[in-house]
């Protein structure tokens, strides 16, 4: 009985495909790191250097918003901090890391 078993695995083992390399396993890990890499890491790099140059060249006069969502104008800055006036005179200082962007830049794309 059990060399009826044996004969059926036997028989279904020489039909099978011919093995593939061990290699051919990584390669659906390395295309899903690529398209990571482009559509994730890439961009979000690219939006940091882009902040940072930003923050760098941050001078007096500068109208910007912080990533809270605060709108006011540079009065003063620091090597971490930057103090900012707002709408009614007074002044907050807010750490350079949370600054948003330009606030002139976030009006003018409103418009288009």
Known sequence: MFDLFISTAHAQAANAAPAQPAWMSFVPFVLIFVVMYFLMI????????????????LSHGDEIFTKSGILGKVT???EKVVTIELEGGSKMKVLKSHIGGSATALFSEAKK
């Open 42 to 57: 890439r961009p979000q790099k690219k939006r940091m250097e882009e902040e940072q140059n930003f923050i760098n060249k």
């Open 76 to 78: 003063g800055i620091a």
